[in-house]
């Protein structure tokens, strides 16, 4: 086989030697053959007569040996490409509109396919991905819903110890560590991970050494590794780096290696920076650490099996050891119904060569719904083109008859018209995956939220790579086997007598142009319908009244847990705080809480009262939240009946509340909520004082805006069930929001220094829960208006075209007097049916699959008729002014001109 | 004469070729010489088929070419069997036999 290709490119470049060696030895065999009939008798002409009659042609010989030599395939793929090359240079303006609508075709979906791989596909760097298994807790009382991947410090121990078929098992939990030593916070990604988290994945130092189970014992010093690219950031890549110390939440931490470039840990889109390990966690958390608690879910933990354990031996030994480890892990405090359930709970094992990610499952969806949007562009950009080479190819109309007539057979025009459309599809890919690295990065920070920097290994693998090169094949052929067959079915005679095309057949020939832009309004239709889903979706979002407003509100998050004060001190430096911080010029009003709206945390418990039908179970859920009497004024919450809290509910007052419409609602029917009593459900032993209703104020949203008003409960912060260490202040500003950070960060450094401060406003928290909602809006309307604008070029190309190809007969109708306005119609009368075909089938299209899009819209139905109507009307307005112009330059046909050009 | 010559069938040519430089190499023109002297005449090979079929064989590297000097003093591309061509020719006699015996015992019996 190599053999053969490289003889065929032998003959190829030695060309003129192999052709000269071919003359040379016909040239000797025709002189010996001669000289034979010579020898026989015959006289020197008739030697040479009769020896050329037996030779046949010479060059049809020649062309015969190249093809046995294999030289012609090569050389005319070369001739082909030099041609196209130079046929498409020609129209430099249409083939670099179409190289570049490909780019960005090819380009955007490679982008998302990207995305797709490196979130749902890729193995993990590590070494034999595919053996390992994550560790996940099946709870028999939902065995429908997904296996929970956390697990207590206790859990983990004791399924460590209890198990003997791992090669290797770890676990581990990501976190944010502070570097700063008070004042504004700098997070870095953090990473607890146990003893044999390294070397079970086979990670290597890229400096010093890695964290083993040396390391992690109990009341361990702190040790930390860190990442190769926090190292190379942070440390400039010098060696002296190990052996230096990190304070991470002021606590002071020995740097004894890095790890090995490339490694970013096994949850995708996030990486740690520096790594500690799980015993450190009582560094942290002082003697009553996470270490022994049996109610704090926080490890995740995963394992490689020992090579003689097959998959369903695993399953069935992990099943066997659950219960001793669920026993001897039991949380003592819950109550006993809880505490059966625990006991019935299992080990799972799920497979993790593609790692963990919470992108999966919040991504999935939308990132599938993209692909199917770029998909529809690329297909949209297809037809376009089709319809420019269509258009050329008419154009080359002659050149194809005279090619022919020359001899060349239909499948060699075809292949060469190919491959000219397998060059432009070529180009437009590799534009594209430049195209392709930069919008994937941008997505990437697109999602990217405040709190959660995404971190993507982006660098094109194997499977990208084929894709992008599969999309470009496949596109190339799309759109050129049309044109390419359609334009070689030329009749000779016709295209020799040199006459243009008569109007019967102009008129056939446009049919398939008239096909193709009828099928990119019909995906036009569908890409700007949901482009209008999901831009009336996140519209509807934003301008939602949230009960809450969200503009000139910083919030700043402060932690009290690293410095040496007295829990029952902490209230009172709070205080301290927040009142210096309300009288910060620039600051209209300020509070302090412990949550905030929208901040992806939560606080619940059941409640219950005293009235016969009193809901229980899910329905006696309520949301509470802390706050300190400013705290409604400064959010704008407002209160519609009742009193606020004040100065006088202190810690020893009576408790009160104020609660919200729904909670009110659902707890006291009859409207009469204010001054009535609830209680907080109460572990058994410890019962809890019936709390009294002050106050009524307006649904807000809690958790996300996507949600229905929960039962909400405000308590004065003086009365919090338990220390909080970190509160939360809010500042109503006159000015930018931001602008107060430096005077906030004096105010509270005037009290401490050592408080960490971490600013956004509230603005951006509302934002970032709706990452999703606007990736969607953004990313299709941006290629709505795409589609918008290729499916007009479409139409103005092609009718631009169908006009100059009836010319002559736009001629001899006005000079038989038909008037302008009927020209006018006959060319708009075209538009109308190629836009209502493809309306009609777009619609079809549109109804048919919008159904997908349903889980990701808010407060609209996927055939919401508005956004029908609406895209139906832009797509309606848009065609007829793109048709309109060529339309016009119809009636502008000077009929003698258009005469006489015969 | 012309009446005795048969239409070689296909692939027949190749064999031809091969065995007949299993003696000793040769040029295009002693090929056709020597099929048609060792045949009676019977077989008489084109330069149309010939050519083709040499360039071919000799892709595939089952002969390889050098040029030489012929008997009458002439610059002559002469062609030789491989080591591969060897192999390919008793592969392709034997094939021929079995084709030839079946084809005959068809013919004598059916």
Redesign the interface.
């Known amino acids: 086989m190599f053999?053969?290709l490289l003889?065929?490119l032998r003959s190829l470049f030695r060309r003129d030697a192999v052709e000269s060696?071919?003359d040379?030895?016909?040239r000797?065999?025709f002189?010996?053959?001669v000289?034979?009939y010579l020898n026989s008798g015959l006289t020197r002409e008739e030697a040479m007569r009769r020896t050329r009659l037996?030779?046949?042609g010479h060059e049809?010989?020649k062309e015969?040996?190249r093809?046995?030599?294999?030289v012609n395939l090569i050389e005319t793929l070369v001739q082909d490409i030099r041609y196209g090359l130079r046929i498409l240079g020609r129209t430099p303006m249409i083939s670099s509109v179409a190289v570049l609508s490909l780019a960005l075709g090819i380009g955007a979906n490679t982008a998302i396919f990207s995305l797709i791989d490196t979130v749902m596909l890729r193995m993990l760097p590590v070494e034999k991905p595919d053996e390992l298994t994550q560790v996940r807790i099946q709870d028999p009382r939902s065995p429908n819903d997904e296996a929970d991947p956390t697990f207590t410090n206790p859990l983990w121990e004791e399924l460590r110890n209890r198990q003997d078929f791992y090669s290797g098992i770890f676990a581990w939990n990501l976190t944010q560590f502070d570097l700063a030593q008070g004042g504004a916070v700098r997070d870095v990604n953090g990473m607890f991970a146990s003893g044999e988290y390294f070397r079970t994945l086979g990670i290597r130092p890229a400096a010093g050494r890695l964290i083993t189970s040396e390391d992690d014992k109990r009341g361990c010093s702190g040790v930390a590794v860190l990442s190769y690219g926090f190292w190379q950031d942070h440390f400039g890549g010098a060696e002296s780096a190990v052996g230096s110390t990190l304070s991470l939440d002021n606590h002071i931490f020995h740097v004894i290696g890095v790890s090995a470039p490339g490694f970013f840990g096994l949850e995708v889109g996030n990486k740690f920076d520096v790594a500690v390990p799980v015993c450190a966690a009582e560094i942290f958390d002082g003697p009553k650490s996470r270490l022994d608690g049996r109610s704090w879910w926080w490890l995740n933990v995963a394992g490689r099996s020992k090579l003689d354990v097959s998959p369903e031996q695993l399953k069935a030994r992990l099943a066997v050891v659950s219960p001793l480890v669920f026993r001897a892990a039991l949380p003592q405090d819950w109550e006993t119904k809880d505490q059966q359930a625990f006991l019935k709970r299992s080990f799972e094992p799920t497979a993790a060569a593609t790692g963990t990610s919470y992108l999966r499952q919040q991504f999935t969806r939308p990132l599938h719904i993209l692909m199917g949007v770029v998909g529809l562009v690329l297909l949209i950009t297809c037809a376009n083109i089709a319809s420019l080479m269509l258009a050329r190819a008419s154009a080359r109309h002659k050149e194809i008859a005279v090619r022919k007539a020359l001899g060349a057979s239909r499948a060699r025009l075809i292949r060469q018209l190919l491959t000219e459309c397998v060059l432009l599809s070529t180009a437009g890919a590799m534009f594209g995956m430049l195209f392709a690295r930069w919008g994937s990065s941008l997505l990437v920070r697109y999602i990217s939220t405040r709190d959660n920097t995404v971190f993507l290994d982006l660098s094109f693998d194997w499977r990208i790579l084929s894709f992008a090169a599969g999309v470009a094949v496949f596109t190339g052929i799309l759109f050129g086997v049309l044109p390419a067959f359609r334009s070689t079915r030329v009749s000779l005679t016709s295209a020799m007598k040199g006459s243009q095309a008569t109007d019967i057949e102009s008129r056939a020939r446009f049919r398939p142009g008239r096909w193709i832009v009828a099928s990119q309004v019909a995906l036009s239709l569908v890409l700007l319908v949901a482009s209008g889903l999901f831009l009336r979706s996140l519209v509807k979002l934003v301008t939602m009244d949230v009960g809450f407003d969200r503009n000139n509100v910083l919030i700043v998050r402060a932690n009290l847990h690293n410095l040496k004060v007295a829990p029952e001190q902490q209230p009172r430096m709070f205080d301290e705080i927040e009142s210096r911080l309300r009288t910060l010029p620039g600051v209209v009003s300020a509070s302090r809480s412990v949550m905030t709206p929208v901040s992806n945390y939560v606080w619940n418990s059941d409640l219950e009262v005293d009235a016969p039908n009193a809901p229980t179970g899910d329905a006696a859920l309520a949301f509470f939240n802390f706050v300190s009497p400013g705290y409604l004024g400064t959010v704008r919450t407002p209160l519609l009946a009742g009193r606020n809290f004040n100065e006088g509910d202190t810690e020893t007052a009576p408790r009160i509340a104020i609660v919200n419409e729904t909670l009110a609602r659902k707890f006291f029917p009859n409207g009469d909520a204010l001054g009535k009593y609830f209680r907080i459900h109460a572990d058994p032993g410890k019962p809890e004082p019936p709390i009294q209703i002050v106050g009524l104020a307006k649904d807000a949203k809690y958790g996300s805006l996507r949600e229905e008003a929960h039962a909400t409960a405000y308590f004065p912060i003086a009365q919090v069930t338990e220390p909080v260490e970190e509160q939360v202040f809010e500042l109503r500003t006159a000015m930018r929001p931001s602008a107060l950070v430096p005077s906030v960060e004096e105010a509270v450094g005037s009290v401490s220094k050592a408080v960490p401060l971490e600013f956004h406003t509230l603005a951006e928290q509302v934002a970032d829960s709706l990452v999703q909602e606007r990736l969607l809006a953004t990313l299709s309307t941006f290629f709505g208006a795409l589609a918008l604008s290729l499916a007009m070029i479409g139409l103005y190309g092609a009718l631009s075209y169908l006009v100059a190809q009836r010319q002559r007969e736009f001629g001899i109708r006005m000079a038989l007097g038909a008037p302008r306005d009927s020209i006018l119609r006959l060319v708009m009368r075209d538009v109308v049916i190629v836009l209502a075909g493809g309306l009609t089938v777009g619609a079809g299209l549109a109804l048919a699959t919008v159904g997908v899009l349903q889980k990701m819209l808010f407060g609209l139905a996927p055939h919401d008729a508005f956004t029908f109507i609406a895209a139906i009307g832009v797509l309606s307005a848009v065609a007829v002014v793109a048709g309109y112009m060529p339309a016009r330059r119809a009636t502008r046909v000077d009929p003698m001109v258009a005469l006489r050009y015969e | 004469m012309a009446q005795k010559r048969i239409e070689l069938p296909q692939g027949t040519l190749d064999l031809l070729i091969l065995r007949t430089l299993a003696l000793e190499p040769q040029h295009g023109w002693a090929i056709s010489e020597r099929i048609q002297q060792i045949s009676s005449d019977v077989l008489l090979i084109q330069q149309g088929s010939l050519y083709p079929a040499l360039h071919r064989l000799e892709r595939r590297g089952w002969i390889k070419a050098k040029w030489g000097t012929s008997e009458n003093n002439r610059r002559a591309k002469y062609y030789e069997l491989t080591k591969t061509g060897r192999k390919q020719l008793e592969l392709e006699k034997d094939t021929w036999k079995k084709l030839a015996t079946a084809v005959a015992q068809i013919l004598e019996t059916a």
């Open positions: 053999n053969d003889f065929r060696e071919a040379a030895e016909l000797f065999h002189d010996q053959q000289e034979k037996e030779f046949g049809q010989l015969e040996i093809d046995a030599r294999g």
